[in-house]
């Protein structure tokens, strides 16, 4: 009876999954002008805190203009929505990398039970700063 190649198999399901992360981050990072009506490209990702007084959330936004972030609370979920466009600038530059996620962004939390007042949120080291105050 023949073994089986070990290698050949373990090349081929690293090649599965390389192909699968790079298909994933292309849904997930998809560059484009926002569109209301569309679903948001990438979601960041958060760090949530709870001290006795209030509820701390940082998401990391590098590059975000602070014009462009809308902070609401929905029936209990806190919504963090906005837009990650390229600088003037850099409009009409040659790409030749394109890693941090462009477009429309979106992020829902499920807030503990409770009432929040939210303070006016503030950037701080490419971090949007949120701090809930217990009511």
């Given at each position: 009876m023949k073994r089986p190649d070990v290698r050949a198999w373990m090349w081929a399901d690293a090649l599965h999954t390389v192909a699968r992360a790079e298909r994933l981050q292309r849904q997930m990072f998809q560059p484009?002008?926002?569109?209301?009506?569309?679903?948001?490209?990438?979601e960041p990702p958060?760090?949530?805190?709870e001290t006795a007084n209030d509820l701390r959330v940082l998401a990391a936004l590098p590059g975000v203009d602070p014009?462009?972030?809308?902070?609401?609370?929905?029936?209990?979920?806190?919504?963090?929505?906005?837009e990650r466009g390229l600088r003037a600038e850099l409009q009409g530059a040659v790409i030749h990398r394109l890693e941090l996620p462009q477009g429309r962004f979106e992020r829902r939390l499920v807030l503990p039970a409770g009432r929040f007042e939210i303070e006016p949120p503030r950037l701080e080291s490419g971090c949007l700063v949120i701090v809930l105050r217990k009511a």
């Open positions: 484009g002008a926002a569109d209301r009506r569309r679903a948001p490209a990438w958060v760090d949530v805190f014009q462009q972030i809308q902070v609401t609370i929905d029936d209990g979920v806190l919504v963090i929505s906005g």
